[in-house]
């Protein structure tokens, strides 16, 4: 792993640590599901809230999996050795899921697309700094035509877990990595 590759993953890593206690827990997915929720502006007792929570949680237990833990929590030490590890041995599989995973959370209406109001949401739901999300979402919308597919959502994982290039556009997917 570069060292560029590395600070991606940390960053990545505190994006994901969304109650910013230093380790990843279900309660830091959930938080993005109840953050979602809130900002689309779902009923509290909504099926469609569980199912953004659910769905925040699922990709925590397929990590949890993958890195063979029994103890629902993973420290930065652990993401950064299951990113050596297991993700760049097989990064096609976990760009594939992460892309997904954020398309099930982020594709509000689901027409297969993340405009820019959504991708805005995102930003929110994960409280990165709203000064970078414009500029994010122009860098991953690579065609221009205002709108982040699910090839260039792939694309912006690509570059974000397999690029040492520091100004590859998808490195921006997360806002600026440079800042944890």
Do not use: C
């Amino acid at each position: 792993m570069t060292e560029v590759q590395r600070q991606k993953i940390i960053h990545f890593f505190h994006v994901l640590d969304n109650n910013g206690n230093g380790m990843l827990e279900k309660d830091d997915f959930e938080l993005v599901g109840e953050a979602m929720s809130n900002i689309i502006g779902l009923d509290e007792n909504s099926v469609v809230r569980l199912d953004l929570k659910l769905r925040a949680h699922r990709l925590f237990v397929l990590i949890l999996k993958d890195v063979g833990k029994e103890e629902a929590v993973l420290a930065l030490d652990e993401w950064i050795k299951f990113f050596e590890e297991v993700v760049l041995a097989k990064p096609n599989d976990y760009i594939n899921q992460s892309a997904t995973y954020v398309f099930s959370l982020f594709d509000q209406d689901m027409d297969g697309h993340i405009d820019e109001r959504e991708y805005l949401d995102m930003f929110k739901a994960y409280g990165l700094y709203m000064s970078v999300a414009k500029k994010a979402f122009d860098m991953l919308d690579l065609n221009g035509d205002g709108r982040i597919s699910g090839g260039e959502l792939v694309k912006a994982f690509e570059d974000y877990f397999l690029s040492s290039d520091d100004k590859a556009p998808g490195n921006w997917i997360f806002g600026d990595w440079r800042r944890t």
